[in-house]
């Protein structure tokens, strides 16, 4: 039976193979909003002169305004000094709506982007936020395709970083 020790070897030798895994590949970041990102920091610079401000106070005050702002539709749709179906009377009800969401977006949208992109480390807003996605692996499952990433969110001010694990499922659509 001197022939069955070399069959083992063989058998043993399968345990050698490296299994080389998926290259990652860099897929763009998933950014929410970057134009509100982009500008939040020169308005937080005007305002306060530094990214690390509370924004408790911008967030209240905006917020009222925004309410108030809601007065100026209510007015032209229901004051309206022009004559109804004309164009005046449209674009003053067009420029009201778009007053109230101007003011929703720099006021209360802005501060609750500036509590998401706060850096945990030095409490800079609008300077903390995902750089680097990394698409590590997908595998598809029963009616729905899993992907995984590996994801990097770094500060502007102070270059702390951190790197987390983030999981995408995607259901398939139902053919009919
Ligand atoms: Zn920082």
Known sequence: MAGGDI???DVHQHFNIQKSGPQPIRV?????DEFLIRIGKPIMGLLFGSPKHDMRRYGFVTLGLT??????????????????????????????LVVVLVTAYFGPFLALKSRETKCPKCG???????RDRLLTNTRRLPGRVLT??????????CQ???????????????SN
């Open 124 to 130: 800079a807003r609008f300077s903390y936020y995902e």
């Open 7 to 9: 069959h083992d070897v």
């Open 160 to 174: 702390h970083f951190e790197t987390y694990q983030d999981e995408d499922v995607e259901y398939d659509q139902p």
């Open 28 to 32: 763009h970041p998933n950014l929410q």
């Open 67 to 96: 309410l108030l702002s809601l007065l100026f539709p209510y007015y032209s749709f229901y004051q309206n000094p022009f004559t109804v179906a004309t164009e005046g009377y449209s674009l003053l009800e067009a420029f009201s």
């Open 148 to 157: 995984n990433y590996d994801v990097t969110s770094r500060c502007d001010e």
